[in-house]
């Protein structure tokens, strides 16, 4: 008499439909050399036949694995974090990884919960996109699980966990390719318009100011405060615009603060790059709009997502192996919101 089979197969099913016990079905799913050929055929035959799939919860109690790593970013609104994913994404799926995601702008406010959940999950490994100071709970979390911070160098913020991974952008270096660029242009009058206080909001200040005075303008530096909103930036740049002494060309902390400069700039009716050239960070999907075609610094978004998955990955093989630190050096996408200021021809430095 056969089994009766109703609802979703099972492995009791699955076993009796291979003539097997459901212990060496467990060996089959688990590719366990010490099944036979023929018996492995009739197993995975019977799986194929049933539609059977392995319930995810009782093969993590079995292997004590989740097969999943938890992402955090730092705030979804934002596109360069989801250029990360697009890199982070693949590689973890390549190595059958499933990924939950959580935005960290969104656990700040519900005080730290999502950080939680992904322990309560039990995620193999963890990676943390964004520049800020990490909370305490998330501090707690990278000491018990693998992680990988991105996005921003400065070690100091998981505090005495030597074995938190890093892959940040040299945010330095891009600062100089900004403001190189401009000043080959024969710009003088360059101000910044500064992202938050994190370590990619100051390295990126740093690094505009010391090429500044490198390029003999420490005279003309002018670092004016916003944060990573639009709206923040256009009323920023509002006053950064107004009046005669305005700079003729703006390095924005990133490209979404560069469209709130485009805003201002339009409402007060002046043109880009005619009046005032435009230099944005992050080389997002929204700089290769066309209608937007914005000069940016390219922030390897998918890139540095794909390195910080493969170390991750090289951390849970390895829980103990010494920190890695791997700084990602810049490139300058040069597009249509830079030019010479007006009646100034371009200098042999412009890219």
Known sequence: ????????????????????????VSLVLRDSPKVSPARREAVLAAIAELGYRPNAAARRLAERRSHSVGVLLNDLHQPWFADVLDGVGPVLHAEGKHM?????????????TLTWSFLELGVDG????????????????????????????DLDRYGDLPTVDVVAYDDHAGAALAVGHLA?????????????????????AEGYEKAMRAAGLGAEVRVTASDVSEESAR???????????????????????????????????????????????????????PAVWLTSVDGAGEHIGAQAARMLL????????????????????VRGSTGPPAGVSAGPGAL
Request: overall charge positive; charged content about 25%.
């Open 184 to 204: 080959g242009l024969g710009h003088r009058r360059i101000a910044h318009l500064a992202g938050p206080p994190g370590s990619a909001g100051r390295d990126r």
């Open 100 to 112: 939950l995601l959580g935005d960290g702008r969104l656990d700040r406010m519900m005080d730290d």
């Open 314 to 333: 090289t951390r849970m093989a390895d829980p103990g192996r010494e920190r890695e630190v791997r700084l990602v050096a810049p490139t300058l996408e």
């Open 235 to 289: 009323r920023a740049a509002l006053e950064l615009l107004r009046g005669p002494d305005r700079p003729t060309a703006v390095f924005a902390y990133n490209d979404m603060v560069a469209m709130g400069v485009s805003s201002a700039a339009i409402r007060l009716g002046l043109r880009v790059p005619g009046d005032v050239s435009l230099v944005g960070f992050d080389n997002s999907g929204l700089a290769r709009l």
């Open 1 to 24: 008499m056969g089994i009766r089979e109703t609802g979703r197969p099972t492995l009791e099913t699955v076993a009796a439909r291979a003539g097997v016990s459901k212990s060496l």
């Open 126 to 153: 963890l990676i943390v996109a964004g520049s800020g100071p990490p909370s305490a709970a998330l501090v707690d979390v990278a000491r018990r699980i693998p992680t990988v911070a991105v996005g921003g160098r």
